[in-house]
């Protein structure tokens, strides 16, 4: 039998905004962001997937060269916690998956304190090649 997961995402209620996917630990608090082929990821372990079937999947559609960088996302979201192994009881059909046409290496930051994030000022602190607010180092 193969190795199931499921996102969790009655813990981890998420949306996707503009190709990156938010995220937020109902229990510790923690937020999350998912960038590159991330949010395509955690739409697919939504259905419950093998971890390897899931790596298989990516490495035809964009070539073995992406199958370690699919395996090291798989693993930051299994020490985050993000993945279960049994079928949530609200699991509903997974939308198809709309893969991009190149491979963005999927990609996963966690934000502890959120009060940081909150009190960024989102308006002025906007880096548009990297679509999220983000500190500049000097403010840090």
Not at 70 to 90: C, G, I, N, Q, V
Request: a negative charge; proline letters at 9%.
């Amino acid at each position: 039998m193969p190795d199931i997961r499921f996102a969790d995402s009655g813990r981890f209620p998420n949306d996707t905004i503009d190709g990156e996917t938010v995220l937020i630990d109902a229990e510790k608090g923690h937020l999350f962001l998912f960038t590159g082929i991330g949010p395509q990821i955690w739409q697919r372990l939504g259905s419950g997937i093998s971890p390897e079937a899931l790596v298989d999947e990516i490495a035809s559609r964009y070539g073995e060269s992406a199958a370690a960088p699919t395996r090291t996302f798989l693993a930051s979201l299994e020490a985050a916690e993000m993945l279960r192994r049994d079928a949530p009881s609200d699991q509903s059909p997974a939308p198809d998956v709309s893969w991009p046409a190149a491979f963005v290496a999927p990609a996963l930051e966690q934000y502890d304190q959120i009060a940081d994030i909150i009190s960024m000022d989102p308006i002025h602190e906007v880096d548009s090649s990297k679509g999220w607010p983000r500190r500049d180092a000097e403010k840090r």
